[in-house]
């Protein structure tokens, strides 16, 4: 800023020079520990999980974490490979594409992006109005259906399933708030999302006119997991949205990332402070429950930090496949 790199014109005494100089290393020392993580809208259930992690780890290392509302996964890698971002959360697709340049990032590889560690999977929801008459996910074909809020990973993951699976409903692209008018006010027969259980939009529009989740059969999941190794079998309970029966479904891990660029002594600490105090996070945000440092290295889908590996393997002794092992570890 032109005021700090301005010369001074008054002769300062030496015991306010030792002062300037000892605010200055305080800022230095403050700006080498702050950083900011790229998380989604606010108001949502992985916003909340976000930072709760945040919160872990700033009260158990000396970096300050900052959580800063996007647009979500695919804004924050493009920031994250702009340098704009210190640590981004992501999800299993969006990491193996950024890193390999292909699909929506074909453009815009980041050969540096890095996995930290996931938080929990995320579960795809199809639904249609319990009056709709659809009963699976052949019966869309044709139907005006919203294949989730416009631009965000749940619609690019329903076209790549519902291309599998040779559905072609008549997609009505809109944001998640404008989908759930539709299909209350009877103008689509459902709606789609990628979220946590239960996800308030579903809730909402059930009440008001009831819903029903489609359930994928076992032959569907092996078809598109096949294709879609990112993709992992999920079931919604019964009753997770009144009176709604059991739906199998879909889910892809989602997590916070880094540029290999983050220092590996801080990405370290992070993990380390992650982990250690897991439960607390668990506690808080109960998707995260059951998730273990295990689950990070199976669902791996880029390569790990160096900082992060160095948690996993030499603290934990667990074993790290070598395409998921750094290149600047190998």
Request: charged share 20%; hydrophobic share 40%.
């Amino acid at each position: 800023m032109t005021s700090l790199t301005r010369k001074a014109r008054l002769i300062i005494p030496a015991s306010l020079i030792a002062i300037g100089s000892l605010g200055a290393a305080n800022v230095q020392a403050q700006s080498e520990t702050a950083l900011n993580i790229g998380a989604v809208p606010t108001g949502t259930g992985w916003f909340f999980g976000i930072s709760e992690g945040a919160r872990v780890i700033s009260a158990n290392t000396p970096y300050e974490i900052t959580v800063r509302e996007t647009g979500g996964t695919r804004e924050n890698a493009i920031r994250l490979s702009r340098g704009e971002l210190d640590l981004a959360f992501t999800e299993a697709l969006v990491g193996y594409e950024m890193f390999n340049g292909i699909g929506r990032f074909e453009d815009t590889p980041n050969p540096d992006a890095r996995l930290i560690y996931w938080i929990a999977p995320s579960t795809m929801h199809w639904a249609v109005r319990q009056d709709s008459g659809i009963e699976t996910f052949e019966d869309l074909n044709g139907a005006r259906f919203n294949p989730s809020s416009i631009g965000g990973g749940g619609e690019y993951i329903t076209e790549l399933v519902f291309g599998i699976l040779g559905v072609e409903p008549d997609f009505q692209r809109m944001r998640i708030n404008d989908a759930a008018e539709g299909v209350t006010d009877g103008r689509l027969v459902g709606f789609s999302y990628n979220g946590v259980p239960p996800i308030p939009a579903f809730t909402e529009v059930h009440a008001s006119r009831p819903l029903q989740l489609l359930s994928l059969s076992d032959e569907q999941v092996e078809a598109v997991t096949a294709e879609l190794p990112f993709l992992t079998p999920t079931l919604i309970p019964a009753d997770t949205y009144t009176g709604m029966s059991e739906a199998q479904s879909l889910g892809i891990y989602m997590g916070v990332a880094a540029n290999a660029s983050l220092d590996d002594d801080a990405v370290y600490e992070i993990t380390k402070a992650y982990w250690e105090n897991h439960e607390q996070v668990a506690n808080s945000f109960k998707p995260a429950d059951g998730v273990t440092p295990q689950d990070v290295i199976d669902n791996a889908t880029f390569p790990l930090h160096a900082g992060a590996l160095r948690y996993y393997r030499d603290d934990l002794g667990l074993e790290i496949p070598e395409d998921v092992m750094p290149p600047e570890a190998q």
